[in-house]
């Protein structure tokens, strides 16, 4: 009977080690979610405007106390704890020139990424502090995928990646603007 009650002690800590982690390392419970692309292309010099939308499941977010969005270098480099701030609504980070062109009291977060370069190339993060609120979609990470010019320009890039669709007008998964035709008004759907 000792020896039943080893074995199986013994099959339950296996179980734990081989099958935990993978619970674990799933989307744990958040009280933020985000509806993005989830994974998007741009070429260099272009402007990347990133639909988003948000929603919250927590009872302390509050739509008439102040709203910032953040975004999250999520990093590819693991060496770098916290995953480093890019921007804040607040106006206290800015690294990338971004700008929130959605309403965050309407629960848009569309995102504009002026002038892209290929270093941008990396995982992002969207955060809503809504003191006391503050959480994290990190289930919904944005893939950033930012490529060199090509040797006849970005139009002409967009054009073939597109297949038909007007390269300054967008198509499914790739935004292509330059820089000077970065929309700095809401897009009308």
Not at 1 to 10: D, G, K, P, Y
Not at 28 to 37: I, K, Y
Not at 129 to 134: C, D, E, G, Q
């Amino acid at each position: 009977m000792a020896a039943l009650s080893e074995n199986v002690l013994t099959v339950n800590m296996l179980l734990i080690v081989f099958f935990l982690p993978g619970i674990l390392g799933g989307c744990p419970n958040s009280f933020l979610f985000a509806d993005t692309p989830g994974q998007i292309e741009a070429l260099s010099g272009s402007c990347l405007q990133i639909p988003c939308r948000y929603n919250s499941t927590d009872p302390s977010y509050n739509v008439t106390r102040p709203i910032y969005g953040v975004w999250y270098r999520a990093t590819t480099n693991h060496n770098v704890k916290p995953c480093p701030v890019i921007f804040n609504s607040s106006g206290s980070v800015n690294t990338y020139l971004l700008e929130i062109i959605g309403n965050l009291t309407e629960k848009n977060c569309n995102t504009l990424f002026p002038d892209v370069n290929t270093s941008y190339t990396d995982r992002y993060i969207f955060r809503i502090m809504n003191w006391p609120f503050r959480a994290t979609a990190i289930c919904d990470p944005v893939n950033i995928t930012v490529r060199g010019h090509s040797a006849g320009g970005i139009g002409a890039k967009c054009a073939t990646i597109c297949r038909g669709y007007s390269p300054w007008c967008g198509c499914p998964g790739l935004e292509c603007l330059p820089p000077s035709l970065c929309p700095s008004f809401l897009p009308t759907y």
